[in-house]
């Protein structure tokens, strides 16, 4: 390690407190300096294939020119506007037309945020204004699901499915109920998964009362959770239920909006249309902070018609920034003239087959992925499922001793499930790193368990 990395470390300890922060974590960082395509350069010149396209989010890979240019274009010609009530800028209309056009066809409006967790926490209050335009103030509750992941701001965090992330933040905000999630591999019901787990679902409702619950919220493949991806008979059966009991329905679309999935949007896999949409990352690919809420035309019929004393009093300085707006729309023309969304579900289809060819090695239980999104689970025994606790750490720092930057979901957060290693490329990486992902996993985990 040279002596000015070794600077940038010890001021980095000293001064940044990071995400998920622990300074044990932080002993031996990995300083990254450059990114090109699906692969990044640390500060000593060693390269690694990125296998969680950053954080889910570099959609169209790193280093695109063309995206810094748009920006910098923006910013000299006018930097920030604000989008309050009674202005607007230019690349923020453009985009939500486009959005708008992308999504669901119910679709109608945008509001935009900066990441993931306003967008829920955007969601969840336009669930609540809706209901109260409606003159159903009681229905306030929102039901979401063990395993998911809708961010760690207060309310997003009370959302979020992950044990983990309560610990040292309690008590949760009121009104936030969890359901069991659609987990295969690991469903304990004696039917199909998909309808039983739907059906605990309702069940939550009925308990609550559907006159108290705004709505229900969740990823249509668990991302942070460990990919769980549900059977195909699971949101259909919930559409109808939320539909059922008037209860509205919001897909975070954070981690599969933007192609990561083959489509567009994940739930029109199964040909569901949600209420709401919340979404970020790859909006812009991460190349800048931008995220919203797509509504329907029926929520967005409650925001146009309610009484200016009754209007919605929500707001954020960010919202609708130009610069991120436009450069958000350069990101889908690459998306679109590049064919990613469909390249992501060809490269998800072959990355999935070569990941199942892990299944010979005794400590493999699960192998899961629906487009560039997949998941390896780990376990003890395979006949009983015992999860292999502490050996998804081993397998992530093989991982990168060989120039692979995959992420884990550690068991040690949940002892009841095991450590799954998730992976989700830029859609652009070339098929022979596709390859080369796998192979680099199967070295790890053979490494991990001498």
């Known amino acids: 390690m040279d002596e000015r990395t070794q600077t940038l470390i010890q001021q980095d300890q000293r001064y940044v407190i990071h995400p998920l922060h622990h300074p044990k974590d932080n002993e031996k960082p990995l300083l990254l300096v450059e990114g090109h395509g699906a692969m990044l350069k640390d500060s000593e010149g060693r390269e690694y294939i990125d296998g969680l396209g950053g954080l889910w989010n570099v959609n169209v890979g790193h280093g695109r020119k063309e995206l810094g240019d748009v920006a910098a274009a923006q910013m000299t010609k006018l930097a920030f506007a604000s989008a309050y009530a009674g202005a607007s800028n230019i690349p923020a209309i453009q985009l939500a037309e486009r959005l708008v056009k992308l999504a669901y066809r119910n679709t109608s409006a945008v509001y935009f945020t900066t990441a993931g967790a306003e967008s829920n926490e955007s969601a969840f209050k336009l669930a609540r204004f809706f209901w109260k335009v409606l003159g159903k103030p009681d229905k306030v509750k929102i039901i979401s699901r063990v395993h998911g992941y809708h961010g760690v701001t207060m309310a997003a965090m009370s959302a979020t499915g992950l044990a983990a992330y309560h610990k040292m933040f309690g008590p949760l905000v009121p009104n936030f109920i969890q359901a069991p999630a659609p987990y295969p591999y690991r469903w304990e019901g004696g039917g199909e998964t998909g309808a039983e787990a739907a059906n605990a679902l309702e069940q939550v409702i009925l308990r609550e009362g559907s006159d108290t619950v705004a709505a229900v919220i969740g990823e249509p493949i668990m991302g942070a959770g460990g990919v769980i991806v549900p059977p195909p008979s699971y949101w259909p059966r919930v559409r109808e239920i939320c539909t059922k009991h008037n209860v509205l329905l919001i897909a975070d679309e954070v981690i599969t909006g933007f192609g990561r999935t083959g489509r567009w949007f994940a739930m029109g896999h199964w040909g569901v249309e949600p209420d709401l949409v919340s979404f970020a990352k790859g909006v812009t690919s991460a190349y800048l902070p931008l995220g919203g809420v797509l509504v329907s035309e029926r929520v967005h019929a409650a925001l146009q018609e309610t009484p200016a004393d009754r209007k919605f009093m929500h707001a954020a300085t960010y919202s609708g920034h130009p610069v991120c707006c436009a450069v958000g729309l350069a990101n889908i023309d690459i998306i679109e003239r590049e064919g990613l969304v469909e390249r992501a579900g060809e ?63 550690a068991g040690s957060t949940d002892p009841a499930f095991g450590d799954t290693i998730t992976l989700a490329p830029p859609l652009m990486t070339p098929v022979e790193t596709i390859d080369r992902i796998a192979a680099i996993l199967r070295e790890a985990i053979i490494a991990s368990t001498r």
């Open 347 to 409: 490269m998800g289809r072959r990355l999935l087959s070569r990941l199942e060819s892990l299944r010979d090695l005794p400590v493999v239980g699960d192998v899961r992925g629906f487009g560039l999104m997949c998941g390896v689970e780990l376990v003890e025994d395979r006949v009983s499922k015992k999860p292999a606790v502490g050996l998804g750490g081993r397998v992530v720092r093989e991982s990168i001793s060989r120039g692979l930057l995959p992420r884990l979901r």
